[in-house]
Nanobody
Framework: QVQLVESGGGLVQAGGSLRLSCAAS????????MGWFRQAPGKEREFVAA????????SRADSVKGRFTISRDNTKNTVYLQINSLKPEDTAVYYC??????????????????WGQGIEVTVSS
């Protein structure tokens, strides 16, 4: 069955870095664009970043530009989110998702077909 398993989260001090990973299985990973979303306590889920099937097209939310980088390794069926200069407002559960196409890198959750269970990132000030 389809699985998206996030890892790499945890507690980190403000200014630190993390690299989240999302290992995919059960579907043809290199045929799907992938995205990262996050949901902070008491807030709606929001788009963070996305990458197309080949990795040559990416998009990011304005709030994370310059700090977050999305990448993928199709040989490992894994998508990554490098997070630098962490801020307390980055505290959230981070989800990876597979889009319903190979090219979609937009922010609409409805365009994403498969979702991981999420992983917590907590940034202390």
């Amino acid at each position: 069955q389809v699985q998206l398993v996030e890892s790499g989260g945890g507690l980190v001090q403000a200014g630190g870095s993390l690299r989240l990973s999302c290992a995919a299985s059960g579907f043809a990973f290199n045929n799907y664009a992938m995205g990262w979303f996050r949901q902070a306590p008491g807030k709606e889920r929001e788009f963070v970043a996305a990458i197309n099937w080949s990795g040559d097209t990416t998009s990011r939310a304005d709030s994370v530009k310059g700090r977050f980088t999305i990448s993928r390794d199709n040989t490992k069926n894994t998508v990554y989110l490098q997070i630098n200069s962490l801020k307390p407002e980055d505290t959230a559960v981070y989800y990876c998702a597979a889009a319903g196409s190979s090219w979609y890198t937009g922010p609409r959750p409805a365009e994403y077909t498969y979702w991981g269970q999420g992983i917590e990132v907590t940034v202390s000030s």
